[in-house]
Every structure is written in C-alpha cells, then in structure tokens.
Nanobody, 114 residues
Framework: QVQLVESGGGLVQPGGSLRLSCAAS????????MGWYRQAPGKQRELVAI??????NYADSVKGRFTISGDNAKKTAYLQMDSLKPEDTAVYYC?????????WGQGTQVTVSS
C-alpha cells in the first residue's frame, strides 16, 4: 500500500506562483512514476505532468509554466506552478504508479482569481 499526502494549494492572483508537494509513504520502493492531475468543476480529471526520475512530460496547456520534479529516494514529487491563469483553477491530485496499482492523494485546491 502507498499513501500520498499533497500540500501547497491555495488562492493566488493571476500571474502568481504556487508550489505543490506530494509525499509518499508505505511501500514506496515499488513506485516508478509520479504525476500530477487536476480536475476542474464539471470537467474530467486531466494529466498535468509526469515524472519518471530522469524524464518528464507535460500537458500542452502547462508547458513552459509548470515544472515537475522530485526526490527519487524519498518518492516525493513537486509541482512548481508559475504564471498561473484562472483556467488553472482546479483540485490537483498526486498520483503514484507501481507495477500493479496506481494510487491517488486526497487532492489540494488551487484557485487562481483576482
């Protein structure tokens, strides 16, 4: 079993920055990928960014503005979000993948508004 705890969400003005953190605990040795997803009201959950230790992938909508990173030993993932836009408003979820299962955090709210 893997448990994920996110932190760092909040309210920010357009153009501002936030940094999300995701800490994994439990059977972290089996985690091979970590990522961030988001879900806005009335919309499906969508991929934001994925980190595989040596490689990253981003949704087109956040390229150049968001940066995913992590600590491979601790299985901690971060999402640095810059130049935030109102359309980035959503609940952000951390995801961790093992060879058999994917795990989700409880989510953290990010609101971009003036």
């Amino acid at each position: 079993q893997v448990q994920l705890v996110e932190s760092g969400g909040g309210l920010v003005q357009p153009g501002g920055s936030l940094r999300l953190s995701c800490a994994a605990s439990g059977s972290i040795f089996s985690i091979y990928v970590m990522g961030w997803y988001r879900q806005a009201p009335g919309k499906q959950r969508e991929l934001v960014a994925i980190w595989r230790g040596t490689s990253t992938n981003y949704a087109d909508s956040v390229k150049g503005r968001f940066t995913i990173s992590g600590d491979n030993a601790k299985k901690t993932a971060y999402l640095q979000m810059d130049s935030l836009k109102p359309e980035d408003t959503a609940v952000y979820y951390c995801n961790a993948g093992t060879p058999t299962l994917h795990y989700w955090g409880q989510g953290t709210q990010v609101t971009v508004s003036s």
